[in-house]
């Protein structure tokens, strides 16, 4: 008993330990940012260029861009990457962060089923497409986790003029509560349209019968901003290695990583520091 | 199926199979370490607050991980009482975890196997001599075969967790991404054969422990 006890300690003691010394590089960030950036492969693309360069590594927190921002305020993370205007402007003026950054964008497209049961497909209004989803009661995923896309979703029911919601007898609606990637297997599964960025989109490998349905509304551009965390609020931030990721990703060098990045012939994400504000 | 033998043949999956067995085993050690002691006191000694403390126990059984990984979240993160500590998204987080979820398991399974030869054998170990702590050693190497299946109980709650140690791991690439956790990406990655894949590599590894588990207790015994 002793024996087995002892050998198990040994092997736990070594892999745990040789597994933070084999990772424990000098210098590190944790940097919140969004699933979407993560589910489409960005990250795991152009960050390794960066430590190439640097030397610093990047440790990513994948969340909605709600809780990425939260994770932030809490001071556990040294820099973040979303894409949420509205979010973000109150991030900044509660004081947590700025020096804001355009870094890429793309846009959201609607997805749906091949048999396309709204007759929406091919529209390039998004408010006259949803209108017709909840006219027709066919089944729509909502992310339902204050995400990013979550929020722009809502902000278009509300342009629309109406929030569907299973207590109001919605049940076409469903509020999943997960990523862009869950909401994706949801409407696989059940058939249904839903909201999604266009680099996950284009990534992700179980799309069954779903294909783009509305693309190319102006109201549906999706753009990515890098905030550094404000000195004085978040002394405990990584200041100098986050300073260090936002000017690389901004920079020639980083921006044409993020244009090279690419799926199936496509590019997934459009650099676009130089853009205005 | 494809993607299932590049990501098998790569360095990045030998460390996220080496970060899964070494969160998993550290873990099940402190809850081995914390849970045998406890649990063999349970059933040998009799003070105020034993029946509640065992009710206690055996309802930490169901102990949901997502809500000890909020609150250890919550006591870890920078701006919590413990934030000093910087442990939050990092491995040491995902032991302490893990090592919160095993621990009653170990003491409760513990607890019965020797409650069971306590009341066999505790009027013969008392006619000898031996005082009740004196007891405890004896009682645990009768009972070993299922003193292991409570230690490996324990392996079995840690290594196949994904609710809490997503929260206070954060599922980091290279650094706190585990099997359990890069099985939840993978499917929300729309990867699902890949994911399955990396499903049944975990299955086997835990087969793999225990089998080697049992032999190590087997060659013992002979």
């Not at chain 1, 927190?61 to 820099?79: E, K, V």
């Not at chain 1, 846009?107 to 749906?112: H, R, W």
């Not at chain 1, 992700?204 to 004085?232: H, T």
């Not at chain 2, 919550?74 to 621990?103: K, N």
Request: charged content about 15%; overall charge positive; glycine content about 12%.
């Amino acid at each position: 008993m002793t024996r087995i006890l002892m050998a198990l300690m040994a092997a736990a003691l070594a892999m745990a330990g040789g597994g933070s010394r084999a990772q424990s590089p000098p210098q590190s960030i944790v940097l919140a940012s969004t699933t979407s950036l993560q589910d489409s492969g960005l990250l795991d693309a152009i960050l390794p260029k960066f430590t190439a360069e640097t030397g610093i590594t990047v440790r990513v927190i994948a969340q909605g861009t709600g809780q990425a921002l939260a994770t932030a305020a809490r001071g556990d993370a040294d820099i973040v990457l979303v894409h949420d205007p509205e979010a973000e402007d109150k991030f900044i003026a509660e004081g947590h962060g700025g020096e804001r950054r355009q870094i890429a964008w793309n846009d959201f497209v609607i997805v749906g089923p091949a048999g396309d049961p709204a007759h929406v497909a091919g529209s390039h209004d998004v408010l006259a497409a949803l209108r017709a989803i909840a006219a027709a009661r066919a089944p729509f995923v909502s992310r339902g986790d204050k995400s990013g896309t979550d929020a722009l979703e809502k902000r278009l029911w509300r342009a629309v003029g109406r929030q569907p919601s299973l207590a109001g007898g919605d049940d076409w609606y469903r509020d999943i509560g997960g990523g862009m990637g869950a909401a994706l297997n949801a409407a696989a599964g059940m058939n249904a349209y839903t909201l999604s960025d266009r680099g996950t989109w284009l990534s992700f490998a179980n799309k069954a019968s779903l294909k783009i349905a509305i693309e190319g509304d102006p109201g549906l551009l999706n753009r990515y901003d890098v905030i550094l965390l404000d000195a004085k609020k978040h002394p405990e931030a990584r200041q100098e290695p986050a300073r260090r990721l936002r000017d690389w990703l901004v920079s020639s060098t980083g921006q044409s990583a993020i244009g090279a990045y690419t799926k199936q012939g496509q590019t997934l994400f459009n650099p676009s520091a130089a853009a205005p504000k | 199926m494809e993607d299932f033998w590049i990501t098998l043949g790569s360095g990045e999956f030998v460390r996220i199979v080496a970060l899964s067995l070494g969160v998993s085993l550290s873990a099940t050690t402190v809850a081995i370490v914390l849970g045998l002691p406890l649990g063999a006191a349970l059933a040998v000694f009799r003070f105020p607050g034993r029946r509640a403390l065992i009710v206690i126990v055996n309802a930490l059984l169901g102990l949901p991980p997502v809500v000890v990984g909020l609150a250890l979240y919550l006591l870890l993160s920078y701006s919590g009482p413990l934030g000093m500590l910087r442990l939050l998204f990092t491995p040491g987080a995902m032991v302490l975890a893990q090592a919160v979820l095993a621990t009653p398991i170990v003491t409760a399974l513990v607890h019965r196997a020797v409650a069971d030869l306590w009341v066999e054998y505790g009027g013969a170990l008392q006619v000898d001599g031996a005082t009740r702590l004196r007891a405890i050693p004896s009682l645990l190497a009768m009972g070993r075969l299922r003193v292991l299946t409570a230690g490996l109980a324990g392996f079995g709650r840690t290594i196949s967790e994904v609710g809490a140690i997503l929260v206070v791991g954060g599922n980091i690439a290279g650094y706190t991404r585990t099997m359990t956790t890069a099985i939840a990406l993978e499917t929300s990655k729309g990867n699902l054969s890949l994911a399955l894949g990396l499903g049944f590599v975990l299955i086997g590894i835990s087969v793999a422990v225990s089998a080697t588990v049992f032999t190590l207790a087997a060659e013992e015994k002979r």
